[in-house]
């Protein structure tokens, strides 16, 4: 990981880094590979093997006998692989028939985990919800007309997704469960 600070000062300042308000200081504890480069007008910090325990606040602060200015950043250091972790949950919710509703979840993971939406039968068995229309008929044509799905299910980005009931009815009712 690199970090540049440019600062345009008269006299050329002096720089200092900090992690979590600590000064950074090459080659002491938690430090061993880390390097600083400091020119007139610019400063690199360089992390050559970024861990967990590099994950945090980043400040870099330019001093002359004028003054001090300061710059900050957080770095979010990624695991190779976690878990599935629901951010934003489905609540219970009350619509009237031929109302829209839309329900959305935040699913974070890595990789990005796939998100699949169910609605509970009475008897406990669980069928997938999914906004797949039958778009050709039986010998591979495209059919003429195929008509808008009352529910659709889609993934806005890689965390959020939804839901969609365009128009609610009284067989929308029920328990819906949501995996990833």
Known sequence: ??????????????FAWYFDDEPVIPGHKGWEEAEIHDSRKMSTLILKYTREHHMGKYTLVATNNLGSAECNCDLIVRKKQFPPVFWKRLYNVYGDDNSRFVGEVEVGGWPVPQVYWYKVNE???EVEVTSRTHTENWNGNPNKYVPESRIEVRQLDQIRHVIIFHHVSGGDGGLYRVRA
């Open 1 to 14: 990981v690199f970090f540049e600070g440019i600062v345009d000062a008269q006299p050329n300042p002096k």
């Open 123 to 125: 008897d406990g068995e």
